[in-house]
């Protein structure tokens, strides 16, 4: 059974450019949920997604969005990168979105210089 | 605000060893405290978890411990091994606010041989 699948591992940025990062889910799970972590911060939750619905939103600025497709994968977009956006960002996909049973993914390490 | 605060940051124990990391929290809507555990390069896995009407939970070498009057939990590892050197992170999950998980920020843990 295939884990969950982020892609790219890494990227490095630019201030003021925009990124997106993709997660693919186990097959049949419905949420995908996105944390980023950092040393400083820890793990803290940007949004999660149920249906293509988002269904949860964290405590980050409008320039982090997110959207989930009908096939179950998602996306995270970050506009107008700031250096504090450097960051592992983690994508965790679970049956029903109810944070028991996360799977993560190996994350995205980006870099904004 | 961190709502739930984790000690030790780092912590060094010999093979054979325990290994206790501790975690509190103020939110008593709080229902469901997973524990996991991070290689580098690697997302966190699902290690143990517990819920507040059991006090004690044990799956192999790992133990939780949940005192919910004292909003206190912790992981016990039982003859710790060098395999289990990585980085444990305690979360909790509010049953009144969405389902994100709300994480410890985390304990670097190194078994010595």
């Known amino acids: 059974k295939a884990g969950v699948t982020q892609t790219p591992r890494y990227l490095i940025k630019t201030r003021g450019q925009q990124v997106t990062l993709s997660c693919s889910p186990i097959?049949?799970?419905?949420?995908v949920s996105w944390y980023q972590q950092t040393p400083g911060q820890g793990l803290q939750f940007l949004f999660e997604?149920?249906?293509?619905?988002?269904?949860n939103k964290g405590n980050f600025p409008g320039r982090f969005s997110g959207r989930q497709f009908s096939n179950s994968r998602s996306e995270m977009n970050v506009s107008t990168l700031e250096l504090g956006d450097s960051a592992l960002y983690l994508c965790?996909?679970?049956?029903?979105?109810?944070?028991?049973?996360?799977?993560f993914g190996s994350g995205t390490r980006l870099t904004v210089v | 605000q961190q709502q739930v605060k984790q000690s030790p940051q780092s912590l060094i124990v010999q093979k054979g060893g325990i290994s206790i990391i501790n975690c509190a929290y103020e939110?008593?809507?709080?229902?469901?405290f997973p524990w996991y555990q991070q290689f580098p390069g690697k997302g966190p896995a699902l290690l143990i978890a517990?819920?507040?009407?059991?006090s004690e939970k044990k799956e192999g070498r790992f133990t939780i411990s949940f005192n919910k009057s004292a909003k206190q939990f912790s992981l016990h590892i039982m003859d710790s091994q060098p395999g289990d050197s990585a980085t444990y992170f305690c979360?909790?999950?509010?049953?009144?606010?969405?389902?994100?998980?709300?994480f410890g920020k985390g304990t670097s843990l190194l078994v010595t041989p």
């Open positions: 965790a996909s679970s049956l029903d979105g109810t944070g028991n049973g996360y799977t």
């Open positions: 097959s049949g799970h419905r949420s």
């Open positions: 997604y149920f249906s293509e619905t988002q269904r």
């Open positions: 939110n008593t809507a709080f229902d469901y």
């Open positions: 517990i819920r507040p009407d059991v």
């Open positions: 979360a909790a999950r509010p049953s009144n606010s969405g389902y994100a998980l709300n």
